[in-house]
């Protein structure tokens, strides 16, 4: 079984979007996108599909997939560990 | 209103309508002064001394330039094509579709812009148009299905954030994507340095050129006094990431208006920028 934690999450957050907020404030449950969350853009979601590509090794190529993974931080860290876990099982 | 536009230019020659057209231009631009004066501050980006009249005579322009999109959009591609006479830097993208790579192709609210595509497919390159939502949908639908007469397709960049997935997408397979980048967007501004001051250009779609590993190709199209057209296309600028994004997208944008201060100096009549890009 694939772990990301939260803290990497964070990082990977951190180091790829413009946020707005102190990294430490960046739960599981915090939304990416829209009011009252961390206020990505469409820039930094770009930037965001680069960080885990060279990150995690998986790319996202569909849109729809992308918005259903980047709701939130946990959505994310479950899409990631789905994509690491078929990538184990190939 | 785009079909009467349409309608006219069937059945009237172009020398004709351009002038209607400039003579509505006219008329336009001495009937919303509050307008020109947005014209006029963006101009005197490029250089302090243009006045109301040059702000003017963008507004004439323009409406030649509307007659002109009409008198192309209701010719066959191949009759359409004879009003560029001038192509320069054509190899360019020639050479890149050869390598089998698709291509950003970066312009300005310059001249004619929209003949862009129409190079591009008759020249037997794949090619998309990037544009934001119009007024309404049926305009869009309108110019989406103008701009496929000549097989150019149009991806509609609204407010998705994942809309850039789609553009990689055509990138990787080959598309020559057409966009505009000399207008500020409410989340992707950067500061470029004009002659006459800093303006604001929406350069982000820069990193995704560099994401997909493809080259970014500024280009114009201007009219020249005869009518006719002149496209020029610039050397390719391949897109290597600084050390931060804000960085990045500095440098290339600059690099870019660089390229675009010539031609916009030469020919501000055509730099229909009706909404104010300099930077606060």
């Known amino acids: 079984m694939t772990t990301i934690h939260l803290d990497d999450l964070r990082k990977l957050l951190v180091d790829n979007c413009m946020l707005r907020v102190a990294p430490e404030e960046i739960q599981m449950e915090t939304t990416l996108f829209g009011p009252g969350s961390l206020g990505l853009d469409s820039i930094d979601a770009l930037q965001l599909t680069v960080g885990i590509e060279k990150s995690y090794g998986v790319a996202i190529k569909d849109p729809a997939a992308a918005k259903e993974a980047f709701q939130s931080v946990q959505t994310l860290q479950q899409w990631l560990t789905r994509q690491q876990e078929s990538k184990l099982s190939a | ?280």
């Open chain 2, 1 to 280: 209103m785009f079909d009467l536009g349409a309608w006219v230019a069937r059945w009237l020659p172009l020398r004709v309508t351009r002038a209607l057209a400039s003579f509505f231009g006219t008329l336009y631009a001495l009937t919303h002064p509050t307008r020109v004066s947005v014209v006029q501050r963006n101009l005197q980006l490029l250089d302090a001394s243009h006045g109301l009249e040059s702000a003017r005579r963008v507004y004439r322009e323009f409406g030649k330039t509307l007659a002109d999109y009409f008198y192309i959009g209701t010719r066959s591609p191949a009759e359409a094509m004879k009003i560029i006479n001038h192509i320069e830097g054509q190899e360019h993208l020639q050479k890149i579709h050869e390598s089998g790579k698709g291509a950003l192709i970066v312009t300005g609210h310059l001249g004619l812009f929209e003949l862009g595509g129409l190079l591009m497919t008759q020249s037997g390159l794949p090619a998309a148009v990037l544009t934001l939502p119009e007024p309404s949908n049926a305009l869009t639908d309108w110019r989406a299905r103008y701009r496929y007469r000549w097989k150019a397709d149009t991806i509609e960049i609204g407010t998705d954030s994942f809309a850039f997935l789609q553009i990689a997408g055509r990138l990787r397979q080959g598309t020559f994507v057409a966009t505009l980048i000399d207008r500020p967007h409410p989340s992707d501004s950067t500061p470029v340095r004009l002659p006459n001051g800093i303006a604001s250009f929406s350069a982000g779609i820069l990193l995704l050129a560099a994401h997909c590993q493809v080259p970014v190709v500024p280009a114009t199209m201007i009219r020249r006094r005869d009518g006719s057209y002149h496209a020029q296309v610039f050397d390719p600028i391949f897109i290597e990431e600084r050390s931060s994004r804000s960085e990045t997208l500095r440098l290339y944008s600059q690099q870019i208006a660089d390229l675009f201060v010539p031609v916009l100096a030469a020919h501000p009549e055509q730099w229909y920028q009706f909404v104010p890009i300099a930077s606060s």
